[in-house]
């Protein structure tokens, strides 16, 4: 499997390991300006349109995820049929390892869909992104949570559910 993510030129030592939080704070913010932007944005039209258009999308492309992942299962039995066997051509087992690498980018590609849509459909209904990590933060351990992490008031945790 060939190397993925990279950091680029010039940007090396200077950033943190993934910037998930960074990521999908920036995201989040964008999706919030898109807010005041015209109908050529998707993301306006998401936010301004008929409610059901985005949750339609959180359902769809969650369900592409599935899909995807049981594509990833399909590759890797193939690959798994294969290796290792003797006889087995060179080139199928290539093929196979080809077919699941390709599987698990698009089981990522899919997953940013829905973590997108599901943050459109966050911003539409007023829970910011702060409220979010609130929720997750929540449900962590101690030992687990990042120091100084927002978290929910206990009123909220109650009603919440
Ligand atoms: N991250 C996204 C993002 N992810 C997905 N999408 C859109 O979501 C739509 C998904 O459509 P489809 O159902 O056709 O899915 P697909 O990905 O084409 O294919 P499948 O999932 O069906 O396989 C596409 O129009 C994508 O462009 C996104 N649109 C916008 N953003 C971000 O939001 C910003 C603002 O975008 P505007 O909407 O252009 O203002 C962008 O700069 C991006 O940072």
Known sequence: MSEKTYIPAGEQGQVPASQIGATLEALAGTIHARRN?????YTHRLLTGNADSPLKKVVEESNEVALAAKDVEAARALLA???GHEGSHSGMVEAFAKQ?????DHLRYEAADVVYHLLVV????????????A?????????ERPAGAVRLHEEHVKRGK
């Open 37 to 41: 932007a015209g109908d050529e944005s």
């Open 81 to 83: 049929g294969v290796s």
């Open 122 to 133: 966050l911003e539409r209904y007023g829970i910011d992104i702060d409220e979010f990590a």
């Open 100 to 104: 699941a690498d390709a599987a698990c």
């Open 135 to 143: 929720e997750l933060n929540n449900r962590m351990t101690d030992e």
